[in-house]
């Protein structure tokens, strides 16, 4: 199983709200907790953003531009990650990917933190129309 596979994009209309899943084999590592969690994003000819991140010790930080609409949570029973996204707004529109690595959750939102990260899900599309 792949350590990580993302669900739950689709298209959505501004002001709405959508959740997505991220089945994360990686809790069910030895060394967990030495990993952080994190969910990016991507338009095209931007570079990766990484838009929430949360450490195994359930520490979270955001990027600026989603603080207070994006919630990341994590079910590590269930080995699965969470984003909330509400308040979307066409400026949301991208490909989201969560993905783990030996980094921190601050790390994860700072730039280029997408360096700092292992293992990568497949993304998925999040649509937001206006």
């Known amino acids: 199983q792949a350590p990580v596979v993302a669900t739950g994009g689709g298209p959505v209309q501004a002001g709405g709200s959508l959740k997505l899943s991220c089945t994360a084999s990686i809790y069910g590592y030895s060394n967990y907790t030495h990993y952080s969690m994190g969910w990016f994003r991507q338009v095209p000819g931007k570079e990766r953003e990484g838009v929430a991140g949360i450490d195994s010790d359930g520490s979270t930080r955001y990027a600026d531009s989603v603080k207070g609409r994006f919630t990341i949570s994590q079910d590590k029973a269930n080995n699965t990650l969470y984003l909330q996204m509400n308040s979307l707004t066409p400026e949301d529109t991208a490909v989201y990917y969560c993905?783990?690595?030996?980094?921190?959750?601050?790390?994860?939102?700072?730039?280029?933190?997408?360096?700092?990260?292992?293992?990568w899900g497949k993304g998925t599309l999040v649509t937001i129309s206006s």
């Open positions: 993905a783990a690595g030996q980094t921190s959750a601050l790390t994860v939102v700072s730039r280029r933190g997408y360096t700092g990260m292992s293992y």
